[in-house]
């Protein structure tokens, strides 16, 4: 059985950092792409950031680029969102998701559409509030 857990959610100034982490069980990590979504209230889940460790791919949705990276923890055996000069729009629950094992992408598809994972993990609350 595939589980996701995530954690290192939090309250965090405008201008903070905060590092995420995605627990994965049931399945070897370096077989998958784990991706990272957030969720505002009132709007649609969205795709931030994703990184295949097969082959060590990434992705980054525009409004994170240059300020949040996605990275494997071997140490820890989590793959690790570092969230930096947060804003207030970054405020949502972020989830994290795999692909796999072996991911592929369909050409022309945008690695961040939600219907390309198939396990999830239940959230973590990040608020940026001065």
């Known amino acids: 059985q595939v589980q996701l857990v995530e954690s290192g959610g939090g309250l965090v100034q405008p201008g903070g950092s905060l590092r995420l982490s995605c627990a994965a069980s049931g399945i070897t990590l370096e077989n998958y792409a784990i991706g990272w979504f957030r969720q505002a209230p009132g709007k649609e889940r969205e795709g931030v950031a994703v990184?295949?460790?097969?082959?060590?791919?990434?992705y980054f949705t525009d409004p994170v680029k240059g300020r949040f990276t996605i990275f494997r923890d071997p140490a820890e055996n989590t793959v690790d969102l570092q969230m930096n000069s947060l804003k207030p729009e970054d405020t949502a629950v972020y989830f994290c998701?795999?692909?796999?094992?072996?991911?592929?992408?369909?050409?022309?598809?945008?690695?961040?559409?939600?219907?390309?994972?198939?396990?999830w993990g239940q959230g973590t609350q990040v608020t940026v509030s001065s």
């Open positions: 990184l295949r460790l097969t082959d060590g791919s990434q």
């Open positions: 998701a795999a692909k796999g094992p072996n991911p592929t992408f369909p050409h022309g598809r945008n690695w961040l559409e939600l219907d390309l994972y198939d396990h």
